[in-house]
């Protein structure tokens, strides 16, 4: 929307280890930039003209506080920014305040998935800041993943049951539409 638009990647990777897909094997567990990383490359970027950026980020909310430095950074840099590598949707569950910790680790086999969210969770984020500072720092779109309704889908490839709580989805996607971010809900068929 806002002329010249860079592809961008804060973080590769992914802990999920879903059946089906080729990230883990790929590219392997989750990383992200270093702080300075991020900001050299957001620098490179302005100084060649660069308006607008595109997060492709494989798992962006795998670690709140580094989305929330990676929030700040895009808006130091007022660039306008779209999200779409996906953004988890049983992270921001995870994060509202009326989930449970008990409740998010029985929603995956391996409840280390959450370890980061959990993190963030004990230190107060809640989704409604995250989207909150989207917004602030430039966000306009983005691509959550949805994926199914269907715990045995879900859990059978390895992907948290949260995203089944239809509540707690239509939650998180009114937060998105309350902060004016446009969303694209992707779904598993």
Known sequence: DYGKLLY???S???NTKCTFCAIPPTQGPWVSL???SLDDLLNYTIKHGVTEVLIEDDH???DPEWALTVFKKLEEYKLPWVEEG???L???I?????VDETFIKSSVENPAVFNKTLSAKRKGIKTQDLIRRMKESGCYSIYLAVESANDDSLYTSHKPTLNTQELYTQKVVELFHENKIRTTCGLML
């Open 8 to 10: 961008v990647f804060t």
């Open 12 to 14: 590769i990777g992914c």
């Open 34 to 36: 270093k702080e300075k």
């Open 60 to 62: 962006l909310f795998h």
């Open 86 to 88: 996906g953004v988890g």
């Open 90 to 92: 049983f992270n921001l």
């Open 94 to 98: 995870a994060l509202l305040p009326e």
